[in-house]
């Protein structure tokens, strides 16, 4: 049977797309590409992707997040002869602060959950400390019961005591729009669950960036489940469940 072609960059060993080739040398053809590749696969929704760049807005923003980038790193003395060594310098917090001052953005939106609020709070007081004016919205607005969404009492947090304790829905939409309303220049994404941040993404209608996504076992680092998948604490994710082997 034949192996139905859809793009899998993640399967690529090629990465031809990034050559890395000396200016001036051609960079290998795409037809070396694997058959995976978007570059065989789209070149029609490539091309039309890459026209967004000529609109000037786009250009520009597309221009400023590139130097964010470059400056995020810098070249020191490796220690071995005269080589020189690549290092990082900013963490994300910082890179977001210099993208949106490049930008020149006075108005930053935080649409943040509500279990981290004492991670919101040092975050307002950063940006705030930065010179830009500050909205926030916490992930319970609204105060909606989550019956309204058709949680039973007994499917919420609080299981056999949700039957007995109020419990708010968490309210995406409303942050989205909360933040579209203020018209802030950059919302900024601080710990949305899954699904709740799709919805944010969804609805909300200016730039926004991510600072940090839950993850309530590894410190809301959910990479470190991918480090970690090699190991016997997390190989098991490397497996098929039993039902599909
Ligand atoms: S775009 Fe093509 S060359 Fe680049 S990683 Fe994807 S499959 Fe590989």
């Known amino acids: ?112 959950c509500i279990g981290l609020g004492n991670e919101a709070r040092i975050l307002d007081r950063m940006l705030e400390n930065r010179g830009f004016q500050v909205i926030s919205v916490c992930c319970k607005v609204g105060r909606i019961d989550k019956e309204k969404i058709g949680v039973k009492r007994e499917e919420m947090i609080g299981g056999p005591k949700g039957k007995l304790y109020y419990e708010s829905m968490c309210n995406p939409i409303t942050q989205a729009e909360i933040l579209n309303s203020e018209g802030v220049d ?33 410190g809301h680092n959910p990479l470190a489940a991918i480090y970690l998948s090699s190991s016997p604490y997390y190989g098991r994710l490397m497996t098929q469940p039993p039902e599909k082997r």
């Open 1 to 112: 049977m034949e192996r139905e072609l859809y793009p899998m960059c993640a399967k690529c060993a090629k990465r031809i797309c990034d050559p890395y080739n000396k200016i001036g040398t051609e960079p290998p053809s795409i037809k070396e590409a694997p058959a995976i590749c978007s570059m065989r696969l789209k070149p029609d929704v490539i091309k039309k992707a890459v026209a967004e760049y000529e609109r000037e807005d786009i250009k520009e923003f597309a221009r400023l997040a590139s130097l964010q980038e470059a400056e995020c790193y810098e070249w020191v003395p490796s220690g071995v002869g005269d080589r020189l060594g690549i290092r990082t310098k900013f963490p994300r917090v910082e890179e977001t602060i210099q993208f949106a001052h490049k930008m020149g953005y006075n108005k930053l939106g935080i649409a943040f």
């Open 186 to 218: 950059l919302a900024i994404l601080l710990g949305l669950c899954v699904g709740h941040d799709s919805l944010f993404i969804r609805y909300c209608h200016v730039p926004m960036t991510v600072l940090a996504v839950k993850d309530r076992v590894f």
